[in-house]
T-cell receptor, first 109, second 118 residues
Framework: AQRVTQPEKLLSVFKGAPVELKCNYS??????LFWYVQYSRQRLQLLLR??SRESIKGFTADLNKGETSFHLKKPFAQEEDSAMYYC???????????FGTGTRLQVTL | DAGVTQSPTHLIKTRGQQVTLRCSPI?????VSWYQQVLGQGPQFIFQ???????GRGNFPDRFSARQFPNYSSELNVNALLLGDSALYLC?????????????????FGPGTRLTVL
């Protein structure tokens, strides 16, 4: 069965510091990985997906199949990045996501 | 477009009762998925419906059921409520097309319905 692991419940960084939110997955086939974000009092929204290979709000994520990881990175954290971040995996031909437990990113001055 | 809408926003029920949650997808989206998010956990997949047919089901008991209407809106029903059913129920819609897509499309989430079972 597929599984997504986000080892950190809370990650606290200073403004301007680099950010790395960890995500590891378990799946033997070809996965499709996503990062979703939930800002305070807002709904869950897609941040980026690995097949797009794009940078959104300065965030990037590279799929490493050898390490089964999809870590989210940003070189310089901003206060507005404070939010809950979820890594998600899709393994089939359906809109069915397996989510991790989430990491709360707290950016302080 | 207001995005995915869900009703009601909050709901309080007692054990053993039944509940119906409603979801309206983004205009043009034919796929609706339901997720349960227990406090402190990530969303967990319950169902996916496409063109009024169930296309996927998560590891939930038969007390959970859903349906999709001709206008692509959807209802999630939970019977014989248990305390453990207390959660945020999320609906997501996408333009995913069963006949042509290999990869999933972006899912757009609604604000959720907060269900409390006493």
């Amino acid at each position: 069965a597929q599984r997504v692991t986000q080892p950190e419940k809370l990650l606290s960084v200073f403004k301007g510091a680099p950010v790395e939110l960890k995500c590891n997955y378990s799946y033997s086939g070809s996965p499709e990985l996503f990062w979703y974000v939930q800002y305070s009092r807002q709904r869950l929204q897609l941040l980026l997906r690995h097949i797009s290979r794009e940078s959104i709000k300065g965030f990037t994520a590279d799929l490493n199949k050898g390490e089964t990881s999809f870590h989210l990175k940003k070189p310089f954290a901003q206060e507005e990045d404070s939010a809950m971040y979820y890594c998600a995996l899709n393994t089939g031909t359906a809109s069915k996501l397996t989510f991790g437990t989430g990491t709360r990113l707290q950016v302080t001055l | 477009d207001a995005g995915v809408t869900q009703s009601p926003t909050h709901l309080i029920k007692t054990r053993g009762q039944q509940v119906t949650l409603r979801c309206s997808p983004i205009s043009g989206h034919k796929s609706v998925s339901w997720y349960q998010q227990v406090l402190g956990q990530g969303p967990q997949f319950i169902f996916q419906y496409y063109e009024k047919e169930e296309r996927g089901r998560g590891n939930f008991p038969d007390r959970f059921s859903a349906r999709q209407f001709p206008n692509y809106s959807s209802e999630l029903n939970v019977n014989a409520l248990l305390l453990g059913d207390s959660a945020l129920y999320l609906c997501a819609s996408s333009s995913w097309d069963f006949s042509t897509s290999i990869y999933t499309d972006t899912q757009y989430f609604g604000p959720g319905t907060r269900l409390t079972v006493l």
